[in-house]
């Protein structure tokens, strides 16, 4: 199953909110917060959110013409991203189904 050897990395930027970024097997980030928290904890629970029934993905095109997914939650605050852009939107769905996408 793709995603099965990820790791994850909780980190504090330069403004010291904790972020975390989702690493494959072969060094590609994957994922990462779209956001900075103020707390270890709030940014761990996001990291492992996993599928909620009431987020909403959302699937584009960039400037560059590449792919990209956007995950919202019920509260309007974005919870995800794509960290780059794909060659197409089944590849966008395929790294967005790592953070909790379902079809």
Same mark, same amino acid.
């Given at each position: ?14 403004? +010291? !909110? ?5 690493? %494959?097997?072969? $060094? *590609?980030?994957? @994922? &990462?917060?779209? /956001? #900075?928290?103020? =707390? ?24 560059? +013409? !590449? ?5 919202? %939650?019920?509260? $309007? *605050?974005?919870? @995800? &991203?794509?960290? /780059? #852009?794909?060659? =197409? ?15």
């Amino acid at each position: 199953m793709a995603g099965e050897n990820d790791t994850f990395e909780v980190y504090q930027d330069k403004k +010291g !909110e904790y972020r975390w970024r989702r690493t %494959a097997s072969n $060094g *590609n980030i994957v @994922g &990462a917060s779209s /956001e #900075g928290y103020s =707390s270890k904890k709030a940014c761990e629970e996001n990291m492992h959110r996993g599928y909620v029934a009431t987020d909403k993905w959302e699937f584009y095109t960039d400037k560059a +013409g !590449e792919h990209r997914w956007r995950r919202t %939650a019920s509260n $309007g *605050n974005v919870v @995800g &991203a794509s960290t /780059e #852009g794909y060659s =197409s939107a089944a590849y966008a769905k395929e790294n967005a189904a790592r953070q909790g996408y379902k079809e």
